[in-house]
Structure formats: structure tokens, C-alpha cells
């Protein structure tokens, strides 16, 4: 199973029946089309929608139905539109139950680093500076190691700030980690890597919160 492949059927077990939700674009949008059937969710847009469907068949898109990453999408039965200022006064009043994010980089005290690499266009910072205040709970999904084998669970993010200390938990594709008061605590091991291969591609100093036989995630 690919990496990105692991790390969104973890991320789907984070998903209850009857939440309002939010998902980053690129690896989040993915969690979409792999919920369970029988799970009822209402999937928010910051772009101003509430009832994200599936993706459209290739063939049937709706130029005019989009998500915050300009892709299309379909409307789920009693889906709403409106404006960007209600999307956000939704996003801040705290009516959202769980926002799913993409990270560049995490540090150990939960600091989240999303938006912008220095020098690189950017076409905007997007809501993830509203959501990672204003959802109840904020999952970061991305893979543990960049493209140069550098470990993107940091002590320090270097990388400018989305949000400091938002983060309720980490999900990548070598382990799970909560931020608590006490720290960034590992909690799960995903099928096929060690405590050993997760401490070494840490730079992010974490303790150790795993049980004896509790320690794999399988899928």
C-alpha cells in the first residue's frame, strides 16, 4: 500500500458519523472518497459550501461546483452555498467538529507549518490559519520524511507558521502522535515500521505512549 494511501485510511477512522468537517486540499480531499458507506458527514469548504458529494465522473463536471483547491466536485443531497463571509464566521464560531490538514512541517509542541515555502508563489494563505483555530479538532496528515529523507517532525518548524500549538494530532505514514500538555506523545506504530525507524526519522523529541499489543495499526 502507498504511503499517502496508509496515512488517509488512518485518517478515516478519525471520522465519526454525524460531524462537520473540513478538508485541506491535496492528501485530505482523498479522505473523502475513502469514508465507509453508511457514514454521514457533512463536508464544509471554506470557498462556501456545506455538503461536499464525490468527485464528479469524468464527463458530468460542473464548472461552477468547486472546492478550495479549484477542484470539481458534486453536491451531496441538501447541500447549501454561500458566501466566504458565512464560511468563516462558520469556521470561527467553532461549528466545525474536525479539519483534516496537509502539513509541510510539525513541531513537537503541535506548531503547524502549511501555507508558504519562502520564495515560492503563493496565491493566497487560503483558511488553514482559521481552521487551525477555530475547528474543535485539528488532524495533520503528511508523510513523516521529505523527498531529501529530512525528517518534516521538527523540533522547530523553520518553515513560516500556520498556527502555534493547534495541532490535537499527527497522523504519518510511519506513526500517530497526540500533543498534550505534558508533550508530543506517540501512540500508534502503523503496520510495518519499528520504534527504532520512527526515533531515527524524528527530529522532534516525543515520549513514548505505546501499549503492549496496542501498538500497530492495520488496514
Known sequence: ??????????????????????????????????????????????????????????????????????????????????????????????????????????????????????????KGMGGAMDLVVGAKRVIVIMEHVNKHGESKVKKTCTLPLTGQQVISRLITDLAVFDFTPEGMVLIELLDGHTLEEVTEKTEASFQNGLNKGEAKSRF
Open 1 to 122: 500500500m502507498a504511503a499517502r494511501e496508509v496515512i488517509v485510511q488512518r485518517a478515516v477512522k478519525e471520522v465519526q458519523d454525524g460531524m462537520n468537517i473540513n478538508l485541506g486540499i491535496g492528501m485530505p480531499t482523498l479522505v473523502a472518497d475513502a469514508l465507509p458507506e453508511g457514514v454521514d458527514v457533512l463536508l464544509q469548504s471554506e470557498n462556501g459550501m456545506l455538503g461536499i458529494g464525490p468527485y464528479p465522473v469524468e464527463g458530468t463536471e460542473d464548472a461552477d461546483l468547486i472546492n478550495a483547491g479549484k477542484e470539481t466536485i458534486t453536491a451531496a443531497k441538501g447541500a447549501s452555498y454561500f458566501d466566504s463571509a458565512t464560511s468563516f464566521s462558520m469556521i470561527r464560531g467553532g461549528h466545525i467538529d474536525l479539519a483534516i490538514l496537509g502539513g509541510m512541517e510539525v513541531s513537537e509542541r503541535g506548531d503547524l507549518a502549511n501555507w508558504m515555502i519562502p520564495g515560492k508563489m503563493v
